[in-house]
């Protein structure tokens, strides 16, 4: 494929304007949006009602019900073995028929107790095995990954198409990372007039395989270049390539992945999307289970300004993790443990942390080398440092709760959620000003901003967060100012309609 000259800094990105969000009764009649955007599909790999291996697993479970309010959405995802069973319920609607090596598959379709139509695309021989949706129980990717998410781009192409036997049939495709991204070269390939909305919530997941699968995907002899990436065919690149539009999970973000530091290697085809008005960028929401006046998980519940109730879940996970009693302040870390998340910067500035009188509660799981690291800061500081390698709900929400900071050295962040659970609990982020962390989290106001993924960066924004700790009056003022920053799917919801009007009319 060509290349243009390569961008050397981001491309300017304007903001979707929110569009109001109607109501409707038993969602049979969408308001305020115009008749070509009144069914879409949502199409992923995971969904937390189901199966969850990141964040795109909590949008695919919110963003569809936040726009129900004002058009059909429904959402496509793979049979997995925990989709099947709970979905008990579930019934054949239809048939995909095979593509050069890509199998015929049955679509079988249930309805949520909330009313959110899902679809669940039926093959036992891709589908139905241990493990995550993308690796083995022994962490290692599936070989058959590229016939397994291309037959999913397939069938979501095939039912934008009409040519599933379904009694429905969407005008828009919402299709969520590189797994799915080929939905829109099939589209565009097999001239179908049905939009696409490619959101990219991670550029570093490409989706890179051999050529030699070319002709087993059904890719078009004259349609390889599209694909090409170093040598391999790059799934996402097919899709950012044949998308109607683009969006990222933040407008930094969208911004950021247009130039070479934060662009993967496609900056250059990034650059020419976002320069013809095709790349957009929407802040993910948290739900409504972020309360801290009734969230079940916490020791104790409170609202703003009441902060015995943060007391308490502080001596609660002082407590779990093993510390020593402590008026100091409670640094936390909720993160997957991997180079991207910063937490060789954390560990290069715990003694810090320590040497002040701070504490640090760490939990997560990931590279073996980082939590490595993690665990021989705790043996080094006992009582002072707390490690948990794995992930437990309620003592990650315990910690959002009772801890005074969130650690976030992120060395870029497409969007982020941990910042916003810990503003929703009065935790104050620390965080690095990239991604979707700029755009969330206003330094001095909801937390503190650092430039520079490094520890003298850190080190200095948590000398600020300690002075402020010792400033009582404006540590509380900023604890309400994040209780009070908004953070729900409303606002997110009403620009993703916004974004799918301007997707199709892009395409009319």
Known sequence: MARAAQSASPVAISPVTPVPIGTRRGHSQPLDLPELVQRVLFVATEMADFVKAGGLGDVAAALPRAVRGACDSRVLLPGYPEVLQRLPQLQRVGQVSARAGLPACTVGMAVQADGLPIYVLLSPELYEREGSPYVDGQGQEWKDNAVRFATLS??????????????????????????????????????????????????????????????????????????????????????????????????????????????????????????????????????ASWDPRRDIHLKAHFGIGEWTGRATNAHAVRKAFGLAPSTGPLFAVVSRLVHQKGLDITCDVAPQIVAAGGQLVIIGGGEPQVEAQVQALARRYPGRVGAFIGFEEALARQMFAGADFLLMPSRFEPCGLSQMYAQRFGCLPIAHATGGLVDTVEDGVTGFLFHGANADGLRRCVERAMRTFRLPALLQAMRRAAMLRPGGWDAAGRAYLALYQQTCQVAA
């Open 154 to 287: 397939h069938a979501a192409a095939e039912i934008a198409a009409g040519r599933a036997g379904l009694d429905w049939s969407p005008q828009l495709l919402h299709l969520n990372d590189w797994p799915v991204a080929m939905a829109a070269a099939y589209v565009r390939w097999d001239r179908t007039a049905v939009p696409t909305l490619l959101t990219i919530h991670n550029l570093a997941y490409q989706g890179l395989f051999p050529y030699a699968l070319a002709p087993v995907l059904g890719v078009p002899a004259e349609h390889l270049d599209e694909l090409h990436f170093h040598g391999q065919m790059s799934f996402l690149q097919g899709g950012i390539t044949n998308a109607t539009r683009l969006n990222t999970v933040s407008l930094r973000y969208a911004q950021q992945i247009t130039a070479p530091d934060d662009g993967c290697g496609l900056h250059d085809l990034l650059a020419r999307r976002a320069a013809g008005g095709h790349l957009s960028g929407i802040v993910n929401g948290i739900d």
